[in-house]
């Protein structure tokens, strides 16, 4: 549900649920990890300015840094951060670091976003 009022626009609606998902004890887990990336991608899609972006990072780090195990949503989360760093907020060295970091993980690097990653550092 949560997800599918994120895709029709509906972030506030989107954003209680998610974040409710997020609280719940009995749901932490992947649920959890899925739920602060799509928090992240909803503050990314609302951004109108620095702030904006940087609430989105916050909640992709707090994806990535807490959730390593979900090795798919962690992936996506550092990708999303370093591509909004390189390209929203104008820090190329921060998203260069973040990129080298995400390769590195061993879970992470045979990942879909990993290939992206590797062809995106190379751009940088």
Do not use: H, P
Not at 2 to 28: M, Q
Not at 66 to 82: C, G, I, P, Q
Request: charged residues 35%; positive net charge.
């Amino acid at each position: 549900r949560a997800r599918s009022l994120s895709e029709l626009s509906k972030y506030a609606e989107a954003k209680n649920e998610f974040e409710e998902i997020a609280k719940t004890n009995e749901w932490r887990g992947e649920k959890t990890a899925a739920s602060l990336y799509w928090l992240g991608l909803m503050a990314e899609r609302q951004a109108t300015d620095e702030k904006g972006y940087n609430e989105a990072v916050a909640y992709y780090r707090r994806c990535y840094m807490t959730w390593k195990k979900y090795e798919v949503w962690a992936a996506k989360s550092y990708f999303a951060s370093a591509k909004l760093f390189a390209t929203k907020l104008n820090q190329k060295d921060a998203a260069k670091v973040l990129l080298k970091e995400m390769l590195e993980k061993d879970r992470i690097k045979d990942t879909r976003e990993a290939q992206e990653a590797k062809a995106f550092l190379l751009g940088l």
